[in-house]
């Protein structure tokens, strides 16, 4: 069994440290895996995607054609990454920032007000965290224990108190 995932927004918006996060929890959960970042020329404000491979066997090929989920942050982002979702795959979008009119019917297209749910925590920028949440439910591999045991990994020793705000964050994108 293997998770395809997509990942992709704006520099800046964290779609790197969601990467991160999901890698580290396949990888601590005794998985396979595969991150692989894409960085647009900008630093901040230019395009950003990456893709993890989420595996319980050898991962051949590091390359995803058509991704089982995905988030996207931002429209240009959707706008591309639409027809990356395989039929019957999901597609986490915030849907704060993205106008969905143009859809899909073959996919699951999560749409959840991240901005706004992520500001109701305090915090505009955890709105990927609102989305990752959001995602969990469509994974087969990966799930809100071993992503909180990966982002103690990750941020917990460094920062706890960013720790909380992210868990509280990804809870709020279970709900939805």
């Known amino acids: 069994m293997m998770d395809k995932i997509l990942l992709a927004g704006f520099g800046g918006q964290g779609v790197m440290f969601i990467g991160k996060v999901l890698a580290y929890s396949g990888m601590l959960g005794g998985r396979e895996v595969c991150w692989i970042p894409s960085y647009g020329p900008e ?12 595996s319980d066997e050898e991962i051949h090929s590091p390359v995803i054609n058509q991704a089982d989920a995905g988030i996207v942050l931002n429209q240009p982002s959707y706008d591309k990454f639409l027809a990356r979702v395989k039929p019957g795959g999901t597609l986490v979008v915030n849907s704060s920032i993205i106008d969905t009119t143009q859809k899909r019917d073959d996919i ?3 749409a959840v007000p991240a901005t706004e749910l992520a500001n109701e925590i305090g915090n505009a920028s955890l709105a990927n965290m609102v989305c990752l949440g959001a995602l969990l439910p469509a994974l087969s591999l990966v799930d809100l224990d071993s992503v909180k045991t ?27």
Do not use: F, H
């Not at 630093?43 to 989420?54: I, K």
């Not at 990750?154 to 994108?173: D, M, S, W």
């Open 108 to 110: 699951n297209i999560v």
């Open 150 to 176: 990966a982002m103690d990994e990750v941020i917990g020793k460094k920062k706890p108190e960013l720790y909380e705000l992210n868990v509280a964050a990804i809870r709020k994108g279970l709900q939805k």
């Open 43 to 54: 630093m901040r404000g230019g395009t950003a995607n990456c893709s993890v491979l989420v």
